[in-house]
């Protein structure tokens, strides 16, 4: 019986075309505005070395009283100066592949292109947003060590009812941008694990609006959208820590090089979706494996990486992996407090 393979059925530049529809723009985090496509970040993913430094000018320091004018044609005012500041992000190189032996296929019969394309697609949103929450929690960890927790609510270890997600504990969370976060409402949204937007529900306080452009209900909590994710739990069981992030639009920068049919020619990686075969597996029934790689940059506005070389928290491959980027050890904070819109809550549910 004949059947299709992947090698006969994927053209890679038609393939890459369908994976276009499924970038990680589908996600919640990447929906509520919390993530912005950076031309400089796609640029920089499309050029050599594993990572890049973004230069970023200070705002205006709003202390500095004005001069008072006078008709002294003698009396010269000195200009102040904006200062200027700098924060690396790093690229990273993934791939995932995976395999079906011909004998099991031809049995089934069927094509199984459609259901790779699909799921591949998928798969790849949720590992953006896997790294998207580790970030997160290294963020929030280099606050804890660093900054003497200035971005941090910690209620966690709290007696009884007092260590459970509260409204008010949120308002404390938010507090700690200062007036940044009441002039222009600096945080879009709030993500939560499963178990906290239970207690939200049971607690009434969730409130949903429908979006004037697309006419979808979206769930708020005190007018921040809520994104729901249960990786925002640090342990596990009676232990578990639960951390909820407040978050401000744009907080993340991203970009990436899905491969050469987006670069004329000169794409990175260079070979973005490869078929291998294996025919002398399964005693010469053969095996087929299909490839994807992805070279990306997802980086938090206002921190700066850096890889710990020569440290015990250095990495061990060569892109960072999810449990190099929840590490204190990797980020540094390279802005004032109330410039970065992010905020954290941790209890319990």
Known sequence: MATVRLSDAVIPEVYLTYQALNTPELTA?????????????????????KEATLPFWNDLDSSIEPNMSNDDPDDKATPNKVGSGQMKCRKAFMNQGYSSMDLIVELAGSDPMQHIRNRFGTYWARQYQRRLIASLRGVMADNIANDNSDMTIDISAEAGNAAIFNADAVIDAAGTMGDAQMNGGRFSAIAVHSKIHTRMVKNNEIVTIQDSVTGLFIPTYKEMRVIVDDALVIGSGASAVYFSVLIGAGFFGYGSQLGNLFAEG????RTPVAIERDERAGNGGGEETIWERKTTILHPQGFSWTDAEGTADALTEFSPTLADLIKAAH???????????????????
């Open 266 to 269: 000169e794409g990175i990686p």
């Open 331 to 349: 980020w540094n904070r390279v802005v004032q407090r109330k410039q970065a819109p992010v905020a954290f809550l941790l209890s319990k549910a």
């Open 29 to 49: 985090f990447w929906q509520a505005g919390l993530v912005v496509r950076n031309d400089m970040m796609d640029t920089i993913a499309r050029n050599g070395g």
